[in-house]
């Protein structure tokens, strides 16, 4: 699931009017991001998972 589908289930579910922007990244934004997720999953083990049902 790509991030636009993600967002565009998100705008179904909630009923939302909200609208969907795209913005260009900044010149330095990095290509490759390699975030330390370390905490998040000592945290998120053994919690419920989210899954998606079609909406």
Same mark, same amino acid.
Request: aromatic share 2%.
């Given at each position: 699931? /790509? @991030? %636009? %589908?993600?967002?565009?289930? @998100? *705008?179904?579910? =909630? %009923?939302?009017?909200?609208?969907?922007?795209?913005?260009?990244?900044?010149?330095?934004?990095?290509? /490759?991001? %390699?975030?330390? @997720? /370390? *905490?998040?999953?000592?945290?998120l @083990?053994?919690?419920q998972? *989210?899954v998606? =049902?079609?909406?």
């Open positions: 699931m /790509t @991030i %636009q %589908q993600m967002a565009d289930k @998100i *705008l179904q579910a =909630t %009923q939302s009017n909200s609208k969907i922007v795209h913005v260009p990244l900044p010149e330095d934004d990095p290509k /490759t991001r %390699q975030p330390n @997720i /370390t *905490l998040a999953k000592k945290i @083990i053994g919690s998972k *989210l998606w =049902t079609k909406v």
